[in-house]
């Protein structure tokens, strides 16, 4: 027995070594900066600092509190934290694949001999331990363990990208909706404004100095304005409904009341192009997509190699159950096999090289995902910059149209111009008073979007290690 434990430590001192390649994180071609952040705010070390969740910087409590169920409350969500919780429990079930196995049997028979009547009877009972162990010589068992690691922290990222995801939808959603509420006051405030135009002409009509068509340009204009008034509750409604979803609750029993509010576009520091590799969560999840990928190379080079399993067992036999364990009859047997494949017709040479290819695969596809990252950081930096550069010309222009309505307006109290020109010019007042919120809306969109293409102030330190992985495992059933 001596013996054997010897032999079994020196096995161990063997097993240290791991057949493949390790892992070693692939280049992916990244700029020294932004093209679109010219003139940008920088990121300071400063600007990293924890101020709360990223979606706090439009200053919304109630945004606030809708983010914080989006976590607690949707399915999508849900079901990417059990597909997490999957990849943990594979990564217990083949760490113990690194221990022995041990079982035990016990057995009770009965039986006689001789004629009938005169024959003899006697009972045997038995128990018997056995311990199986396959030694991991040449690391096909860790190897596999450091797959379903890298596997386990490649959904954890997931679960990230999926719950920030959510995130930026809901912050778009309910950016959206208060741009709703914003654009039915706007239209509400012309449906008075179109009012009073109407109560003047209807008594210049009366007073003989205006025609029937003035009168009917003027409902006209106000019905078609309630009207537009009223069809912005139709987005709202959708708007909410989606939000609601969001947060995992029927739209019936859901609802946000309307809110006018100054609604502002923050101001986000940009780092270098390099951290968005540590920063986006799907990014971190290819790359350990890629690990995972490495480490089952290292598995399939390992059929190449024989393996040693160690075999004991130990039992008792006795014709009285109450002395099964003090019996003199107990029995003990150790050893060990190998087992190694001769020929196998170039199955283990196809499995080889189609880990490779997958390798290259999930290589391919974390050097794409990090050129669509800089992709959309680059898209959503030109679309703050451009619509920032519009909002501004546009304020100008509702301004002057605002201007210009008044002067018609008087000019036509006056009698110096056709009520047609008035009309033209509250519709095009009303017009840029639209498109200055659709522009607002673009920008705050791409804000969201833009803090979502940087991570939304995840970080890769945040993905579970192995020990953590291990956590909560049950030891005995």
């Not at 429990?89 to 009547?117: D, K, M, N």
């Not at 290819?357 to 451009?386: G, H, K, P």
């Not at 002057?400 to 509250?426: C, P, R």
Request: charged letters at 20%; aromatic letters at 6%.
């Amino acid at each position: 027995m001596r013996a054997l434990l010897l032999l079994a430590l020196a096995l161990l001192a063997l097993a240290s070594c791991k057949v493949g390649p390790n892992f070693v994180r692939p280049e992916a071609e990244t700029p020294p900066a932004f093209k679109e952040a010219k003139d940008w705010k920088p990121a300071h070390p400063s600007d990293t600092a924890p101020r709360g969740p990223w979606w706090s910087v439009y200053d919304d409590p109630i945004l606030d509190a809708l983010e914080q169920q989006v976590a607690i409350s949707n399915q999508n969500l849900k079901a990417s934290e059990a597909a997490f919780r999957q990849a943990r429990a594979i990564v217990h079930e083949t760490e113990a694949t690194l221990f022995p196995v041990v079982s035990a049997t016990g057995s009770a028979t009965h039986a006689g001999v001789g004629a009938r009547g005169t024959g003899r009877s006697g009972s045997v009972f038995t128990l018997t331990g056995q311990a199986s162990w396959e030694i991991d010589l040449w690391g096909r068992i860790r190897r596999q363990v450091e797959a379903n690691v890298a596997s386990a922290q490649a959904s954890a990222a997931d679960l990230a990208n999926a719950q920030l995801s959510a995130q930026a939808l809901l912050a778009v959603d309910y950016l959206q909706l208060r741009i709703s509420d914003q654009l039915k006051k706007v239209l509400d405030d012309n449906v008075e404004d179109f009012r009073l135009s109407l109560v003047i002409t209807q008594n210049r009509y009366r007073a003989g100095i205006a025609s029937r068509s003035d009168v009917a340009s003027a409902e006209a204009q106000l019905d078609g304005t309630r009207a537009q008034s009223i069809a912005v509750g139709v987005q709202r409604a959708a708007l909410e409904h989606a939000i609601a979803v969001l947060v995992g609750k029927p739209p019936a029993e859901f609802s946000i009341e309307p809110k006018l509010y100054d609604l502002h576009v923050p101001d986000i520091p940009v780092s270098l192009p390099s951290a968005l590799l540590e920063r986006r969560p799907d990014i971190a999840g290819d790359e350990r997509r890629i690990q995972s990928a490495n480490a089952q190379v290292g598995v399939a080079i390992a059929a190449y190699y024989p393996t040693l399993t160690l075999n004991a067992s130990y039992g008792f036999a006795s014709p009285s159950l109450g002395n099964l364990l003090e019996g003199p009859a107990s029995a003990w047997a150790v050893g060990g096999q190998v087992a190694e494949t001769i020929f196998d017709f170039g199955q283990r040479a196809a499995q080889v090289e189609a880990a490779r290819a997958f390798y290259d695969e999930s290589v391919a596809n974390y050097r794409q995902t990090v050129l669509t990252a800089f992709q959309q950081v680059e898209d959503e930096l030109a679309a703050l910059r451009i619509l920032e550069q519009e909002d501004a010309v546009q304020r100008n222009a509702v301004k002057s149209a605002q201007e210009a309505v008044q002067l018609f307006i008087n000019q036509y109290k006056a009698g110096t111009i056709a009520y047609t020109s008035v009309i033209i010019a509250q519709a095009a007042a009303l017009q840029d008073e639209q498109t200055q919120l659709n522009i607002l809306q673009g920008r705050l969109v791409a804000s969201v979007s833009l803090m979502e293409a940087l991570g939304g102030g995840w970080d890769a330190g945040q993905l579970p290690n192995q020990d953590q992985l291990g956590e909560g495992r049950q030891a005995f059933p």
